[in-house]
């Protein structure tokens, strides 16, 4: 149980009645919630409330957050972590370090999640108020009406990935590869990290210059390209983003390795079950897949893949425990960035696999400690930037929504509740790729 004090009482703030009722509920909650750590919030007309949990965590930081608008309270009693995300959205409350304290607070309601064990809860962190659990509903059945059928999948990619090419340019590195880098070290440079990634997964795959190989999800191409570069193969990379589509396909031509590299606007489903691949690739996509939908990835997959042949995939994994709970409720990431997206659990992955496949796992490794780093970058970047994205013709609100999602993710790794697996996938009976028992698979941290 945490203390909680009220530090002095100066003018007050709020004149609605039905917001003071609000402010009541969400510090008597917060004093009940903050069992570690320790928050500060600070209204503009000076009044101070503190909450310091009694449970002891060396890992948490103080986090001061500053109201600027009395519908932070109605807003986070409202809708919880979705009204959280919307007040600070829109400017009604900001933290006082303005460099590490929105990801130390959601660091902070990860923690205390944890430690409320007798706390019913909606996604990361809720208040157990009725008003709540309705906007939860409400946000999960405009969830539900997004699900990737082949037509909505399409929507649902266009509305986050057709943004602008630019923009992603603006804090992705060359690479533009869009999914957890490899470091070497803590300053080491983005584009190097990414580079690393991406040969990690070839010397996984195992491919060699007589390979046909298949990127479901290629995003601006890179994947593909140093694929065809490192070892000579054919590459055919899918997508269902216009924009990424017309990018990568002018970076080919660019390099003219049009006879090596083909780039199509087709979902994975629509793969023609007769043209198959010695390798199949997939990289940060299958979170796109949606809960429903896993079967019919790995039925895909199946189908087009050589009986010898091998499928690497590299996706953001919810643990198992998580799962059921993750998967029924509405999110900050599935209503404002990737709407329609899952991000799966592993059980979840294998059991669609061992369903609608002959597949087996043949190589596992967690390389999610890493995806802090690569988001914390993202972040630098992106606000780096920001001049840019506001010419673009993209407002404050917007660059607001994308700091938030930057640092909810990376809380979620810097906390070990998010996971990134890299998996290779074969079929029993697989001599011929695996006819060396002393030719070990590449490890990500071997080759560090």
């Given amino acids: 149980m945490a203390t909680f004090s009220l530090l002095n009482n100066p003018k007050h703030t709020i004149s609605s009645l039905t917001v003071k009722g609000a402010r009541l509920f969400v510090t008597r909650f917060l004093g009940r919630y903050i069992s570690t750590g320790s928050l500060i919030i600070m209204e503009d007309g000076g009044e101070i409330f503190a909450f310091e949990g009694t449970i002891t965590n060396s890992f948490l930081r103080k ?12 807003k ?35 923690a205390n999640k944890d430690t409320n064990s007798s706390n019913t809860r909606r996604g990361w962190w809720s208040p157990p108020l009725f008003t709540a659990t309705i906007a939860s509903a409400k946000y999960f059945f405009q969830h539900t009406l997004r699900k990737n059928t082949i037509a909505q999948a399409r929507k649902n990619i266009s509305r986050h990935y057709d943004l602008n090419n630019e923009l992603f340019s603006l804090f992705l590195d060359d690479t533009m590869m869009y999914s957890c880098a490899i470091f070497k070290r803590e300053d080491e440079d983005l584009r190097i990290a990414q580079l690393r990634k991406i040969s990690i ?12 190989v298949l990127d479901i999800g290629c995003g601006w191409g890179t994947l593909a390209i140093e694929i065809v570069k490192q070892t000579g193969c054919h590459c055919t990379g899918i997508t269902l983003s216009k924009q990424q589509l017309k990018y990568a396909q002018k970076r080919v031509q660019d390099l003219g390795l049009q006879d090596h590299i083909e780039f199509l606007l087709c979902d994975y489903r629509e793969l023609s079950s007769t043209t198959k691949y010695d390798r199949i690739l997939s990289c940060g996509m299958i979170e796109a897949v949606g809960h429903e939908f896993m ?25 198992d425990e998580s799962y059921k709970e993750y998967r029924l409720s509405a999110g900050f990431i599935k209503e404002y960035i990737f709407q329609g997206g899952c991000i799966p659990s592993l059980s979840r992955i294998t ?52 700091e938030y999602y930057f640092d909810y993710c990376a809380a979620g790794f810097k906390s070990r509740t998010l996971e990134d697996y890299q998996i290779v996938f074969s079929r029993a009976g697989n001599v011929a790729t695996f006819n060396n028992p002393y030719e070990e698979i590449a490890s990500a941290f071997k080759l560090l």
């Fill in 295 to 319: 079967e019919d990835f790995f039925g895909s997959c199946e189908s087009v893949l050589e009986d010898n042949g091998l499928l690497v995939l590299q996706f953001i994994s919810m643990p």
């Fill in 63 to 74: 986090v001061v957050l500053k109201v600027h608008s009395p519908q932070f309270y109605w």
């Fill in 201 to 212: 997964l070839i010397k996984k795959a195992r491919i060699n210059k007589k390979h046909k």
């Fill in 351 to 402: 059991t669609a696999m061992a369903s609608a496949s002959r597949l087996c796992v043949e190589h596992l490794e967690n390389i999610g400690i890493h995806y802090y780093q690569t988001l914390r970058c993202w972040r630098k970047n992106f606000l780096n930037n920001q001049s840019k994205i506001l010419q673009l013709g993209f407002n404050q609100g917007f660059i607001r929504t994308w």
């Fill in 76 to 110: 986070v009693m409202r809708e919880a972590d979705l009204g959280l995300a919307d007040a600070y959205i829109n400017g009604e409350f900001s933290l006082m370090d303005k460099e590490e304290g929105l990801l130390n607070l959601i660091l902070l309601l990860i």
